[in-house]
């Protein structure tokens, strides 16, 4: 009796890592069949294992299509896995790691390093993530396991002390957040959604109070004090929310105010820069020389006096502002007069709108018009007409062949059966296998097809092996499949028979072994002293 997939096959997984066993290269299977082809199409390679980072085996999996059920990885070799995680979430470190670490060369940081196990730790408790800015090294973590606060701090003071700079991102489980906004205002969070074939990494800002808001890392920026996200604002004395800065109540808000700097590298310079009028002190108008007060000063000596005023308000009672450069204001140039447009021209403007969208969609349908249903399709390909409709002149020749190709697809997916026939099809063909069992004689398509109907030699190759595997989706594991009595010309195995036995999570032969292992399955329903195929009655 063969074994039984679960005997098999212990692990059916939806996250792997491509390349090789010890990669943190991860990839996500998702379980929708509409995105399976998406995910095939950006791993043709198909190089998927059981990754060691994943707490895997190490052995190579298979990515495996359904139309009934959800798609998954399996191991290819049967035996005992002892990976405890494989959900869609499983392999969540392993982006977040890549991610940052792509993020941080983009950022200008120098020596980055991704590190996912260390001693003592555990898969999935953290992602430390090395990096270098200004000549400083520092440390990225990303907490993810549940820990203490006591322990938290402890960690946190230690860090501080081997460390530049350390920055926590805390994911969507820990509560160490929570006293991380107790302690700065503040707390970073990081987590992984799905989207298409693959998982995106969001930084989500939290506040006091309020709901988390969460951007794409990429919307975000590193800073001196930190990760900067779009809801912090950058101030001198670090990284605030946004609208609560701290501000000065002596200085009225406008043009000048908003010219000030808030990088600290340009207050410290600021500060230090020496000014003619350093000497002076006192609140208010004694910072301006008697001359200015009474109006007998020009216009350039009381400006400078009011930016002197003005530096003092900002950095202290006791600094001052360099001079600024005076500026000359650039001359008022005429508007320029305007010309008529001509009817040509108008007509070119309409022919350029309408192509850029043209373009705009064929290049959306070659990157997910496969994926597409026969109904999404045709909406698309109807904007697309109503684009060349658009158009004064006809569109050039490349983008024509490009609807034209993209209309012959959705004719053939037209012409392709739904799962419901494809069922449908499977019922019809189940009793004629059953009685071909009984005659000791395989059937080839074309025989289906004479008997049953003529339209099934011409299925696609993908709707034969749905038909069959629908056929034996109910037969026991203990049971030879009735699909192995669907042959080739002169007796031999048919080249779709290993699908079927995938997509059945059956093992499946070599090349060079599978007509010796289609025998084996024909003969095995039950074998005449002659060596004529018998089949007993199901």
């Known amino acids: 009796m063969p074994p039984s997939v679960d005997e098999e096959d212990t692990r059916k997984v939806q996250t792997a890592v491509s390349g090789s066993p010890g990669a943190d290269s991860p990839v996500y299977l998702p379980m929708d069949v509409v995105e399976y082809d998406t995910f095939i199409r950006l791993h043709p390679q198909k190089d998927f294992y059981c990754g060691r980072l994943l707490g895997g085996c190490g052995k190579k999996l298979t990515a495996r299509k359904y139309r009934d059920k959800k798609c998954h990885f399996a191991h290819i070799a049967s035996g005992h896995c002892r990976r405890s995680a494989t959900n869609e979430a499983s ?12 993020w941080l060369k983009q950022q200008k940081c120098k020596g980055v390093q991704p590190r996912y196990k260390q001693k003592g730790q555990l898969l999935r408790e ?8 200004g000549r400083q090294p520092r440390l990225l973590r990303v907490q993810l396991a549940a820990k203490s606060k006591a322990l938290w701090e402890a960690d946190d003071s230690r860090l501080r002390s081997e460390w530049a700079g350390i920055e926590w991102l805390f994911g969507p489980d820990s509560m160490l957040a929570n006293w991380q906004v ?5 707390a970073l969070r990081i987590r992984c959604r799905a989207s298409g074939a693959t998982r995106i990494v969001e930084i989500g800002t939290q506040y006091p109070d309020t709901p988390v808001e969460w951007v794409p890392l990429s919307a975000c920026r590193m800073t001196s004090f930190g990760i900067q996200t779009p809801g912090l604002a950058l101030t001198p004395g670090g990284l605030v929310q946004r609208g609560k800065e701290p501000r000065s109540s002596a200085a009225p808000r406008g ?11 340009i207050v410290e310079t600021a500060q230090a820069a020496p000014t003619e009028s350093a000497g002076r002190r006192g609140p208010g108008s004694d910072l301006l020389p008697e001359t200015a007060r009474d109006g007998s000063r020009d216009g350039e000596s009381l400006s400078a006096s009011s930016r002197r005023l003005r530096a003092r308000t900002v950095f202290g009672d006791g600094a001052e502002a360099a001079p600024r450069p005076v500026v000359e204001q650039a001359p008022v140039l005429a508007a ?21 969208r043209l373009v705009r969609l064929l290049d959306h349908l070659d990157l997910v018009g496969d994926i597409l249903h026969l109904d999404q399709l045709q909406s698309v390909l109807r904007e697309a007409g109503a684009c060349v409709s658009a158009m004064w002149s006809p569109p050039a020749c490349d983008l024509t062949s ?10 053939l997916l037209i012409a392709r059966p739904s799962f ?6 499977a019922d019809l063909i189940r009793p004629a296998l059953r009685m071909a069992a009984r005659v000791s004689r395989p059937l080839t398509w074309m025989d289906l097809g004479s008997r049953l109907d003529d339209r099934l030699p011409g299925l696609h190759p993908d ?12 037969t026991p594991h203990s049971r030879p499949l009735l699909s192995a009595l669907v042959a080739a010309r002169e007796n031999r195995v048919h080249p779709l028979y290993a699908q079927v036995l995938d997509h059945l999570d059956r093992p499946v032969p070599s090349e060079h072994a599978a007509q010796a292992r289609w025998l084996v399955d024909v003969r095995s329903h039950r074998a005449s002293e002659s060596g004529d195929f018998l089949v007993t009655r199901v």
């Open 402 to 411: 490009r609807i034209a190709a993209w209309r012959a697809h959705a004719n």
């Open 420 to 425: 419901r026939e494809i069922q449908a099809c």
């Open 91 to 102: 392999a969540d470190h392993l982006y977040m790691g890549r991610a940052l670490v792509t």
């Open 182 to 186: 107790d302690r700065q205002g503040h």
């Open 336 to 356: 320029p007069q305007t010309t008529a447009v001509t009817p040509a021209q108008l007509l070119s403007r309409d022919d350029e709108r309408a192509g850029r």
């Open 126 to 133: 953290r992602v430390d993530v090395l990096y270098t800015l």
């Open 255 to 265: 043009k000048a105010d908003a010219r000030m700097p808030t990088d600290p590298l």
């Open 463 to 474: 709707d034969k092996v749905s038909v069959l595997v629908e056929t034996d989706r109910m």
